[in-house]
């Protein structure tokens, strides 16, 4: 993890590899941002110039390195872009700073130390400009650097391994003895550092983690953040009637787990309870994936990553409110003891469930572990999954769908995805479309209308939430793994979508703004 260290030194003065600095797409031309001061002077006052003259605009994700003048103690300035000027000179958007930072750390993967001298005149910005600077540092690093046992012994190998992360951030502008900019940098740590984990654990190979080697991380981040965990193994699925999550993970050679993680505060007066679909691999079971949609499915776990980072960010931050995390964890494999299309699950809740299509699988561990929240009578419950391929059809890539059994729950959500910097849209759940799941032979069947997938599925997992809890689904299945070039602080593979939402929720509820 890089390290994050607020420093009262001017940007003249400080000695790193690098500087980054600001700069904003101006009408005509970049425009300097807060923080560039002393590194402007230093071009004797033509740095906007000098980066217009290398073709920089301050438009947002664009970055130019230029060599430091003279009388600074870096050797190189990296000047980021933060997108349009805003109307107050010191206005900027907490997510345009988030994305300006995590652009520039990327570029500095290999670095030792960087002073990042971004406008942080207030905690708020202190604040964005750290969450994105950690989270741009992200890298998975973990198969890759191996010694190359076919290489002569005494060859020295042209390859050292992989670039690492920069390993220093000094955040310039901030007030190291003021209590609220201390505090901002010490949650910044925590939550990045439990986003990452959720990213790692969401890049390992299948082959690595799996329903028992994931309860076994949860076991240990229990132990180290007094969080108590309990594990459900086969045994005690079978003897609870958990036919959801028995049914998916009964073709697989690792079999399935349900696993409980409990935050308690003593002075809490709120309860919240978060569940994840934590598909450690997902072939389609007997509904076999077609060619080309097999090789990201170590990433159907992300919603269970990012609950598990969620409650242990609330332990680590000792938040004033009980969150209990709920993982559903099992493989999705084709075997002669996989469940077969038209089989009948009887799920935890005493429902029947008629299994039309195995690919449709998360909801059935979902509807699990939903009904099983909904018995400890939280305040609300929120899912997170990577449920459906029609939500990514509906919004895109980078932006999750949020569900609810309550409009205003719902609107909270949104209005909190919002003000962490995740991208996110409400959806709704209308009613006509329950029709399609009815079945001849069972309560339900776990497919309905093609069009409308996402709320079709948003639909069935409503019928497991329990009588006058506010419950909210959020389909990642966009953004949770990015495929394509990274940007801003958004890294390839893995993101940890979603946990930022869940811990903004976890602090208002602690606060008694549960929405």
């Known amino acids: 993890m890089t390290a994050l260290t607020l420093s009262t030194a001017g940007a003249a003065t400080l000695r790193a590899d690098a500087l980054v600095v600001g700069v904003a797409k101006g009408v005509k031309g970049p425009v300097l941002a807060p923080g560039s001061e002393a590194v402007d002077k230093a071009f004797d006052g033509k740095l906007a110039a000098v980066l217009a003259t290398l073709g920089a605009t301050g438009a947002e994700g664009e970055l130019t390195k230029l060599p430091a ?131 790692d654990l969401i890049n390992t190979p299948p082959n690595d983690l799996y329903p028992e080697s994931f309860a076994a991380v949860a076991t240990a981040a229990g132990k180290e953040h007094g969080i108590k965990v309990q594990v459900l193994d086969e045994k005690a699925l079978v003897k609870g009637g958990y036919g959801g999550i028995l049914g998916v993970g009964q073709g697989s050679a690792n079999g399935p787990r349900l696993v409980k993680l409990a935050y308690t505060h003593p002075k809490a007066e709120k309860a919240l309870a978060f569940v994840g679909k934590g598909i450690t691999y997902d072939s389609g079971g007997i509904s076999l994936k077609p060619a080309g949609h097999n090789e990201t499915m170590k990433c159907d776990m992300s919603g269970a990553a990012a609950v598990f980072a969620a409650v242990v960010t609330a332990a680590r931050l000792g938040l004033k409110v009980n969150v209990t995390g709920w993982l559903a964890l099992a493989e999705n494999m084709p075997s002669g003891n996989a469940t077969r299309p038209g089989d009948v699950l009887r799920m935890y809740s005493g429902k029947t469930v008629e299994v039309l299509n195995t690919d449709a699988e998360g909801r059935l561990v979902l509807g699990d572990a939903l009904t099983r929240a909904s018995e400890e009578k939280p305040d609300a419950i929120v899912d997170v999954a990577t449920l459906t ?124 703004d549960l929405g």
């Open 69 to 199: 003048a003279s009388g600074l103690k870096v050797p190189v300035v990296v000047a980021v872009g933060l997108g349009p000027v805003p109307d107050k000179e010191d206005a900027y958007d907490a997510e345009a700073l988030r994305r300006a930072a995590g652009t520039a750390a990327r570029a500095l993967s290999g670095s030792k130390k960087a002073g990042f001298a971004l406008p942080a005149g207030s905690v708020e910005d202190a604040a964005a400009v750290a969450e994105g600077a950690l989270l741009g540092s992200y890298a998975f690093t973990a198969y890759q650097g191996g010694e190359n046992k076919l290489a002569p012994k005494d060859a020295k190998s042209k390859d050292s391994g992989p670039k690492q992360p920069l390993a220093e951030v000094t955040l310039l502008g901030g007030k190291p003895r003021d209590k609220g900019y201390k505090a901002a940098v010490e949650r910044a740590l925590a939550l990045v550092e439990e986003i990452n984990r959720a990213r």
């Open 389 to 512: 391929g029609a939500m990514v059809l509906a919004l895109g890539n980078r932006t999750f769908g949020i569900m609810a059994n309550d409009d205003a729950f719902r609107t909270s959500i949104h209005e909190i995805a919002d003000e962490v910097g995740e991208a996110s849209w409400p959806m709704p759940l209308p009613a006509d479309l329950r029709k399609g799941m009815d079945s001849p032979t069972a309560d339900i069947a776990n497919m309905g209308e093609r069009m409308g997938g996402g709320l079709v599925a948003g639909l069935f997992l409503k019928e497991f939430v329990g009588e006058g809890i506010a419950w909210a689904h959020l389909d990642i299945a966009g953004p949770a793994f990015h495929e394509g070039a990274p940007y801003g602080y958004t890294p390839k593979g893995g993101t940890g979508s979603a946990v930022r939402t869940l811990v903004r929720l976890a602090e208002r509820t602690a606060d008694g």
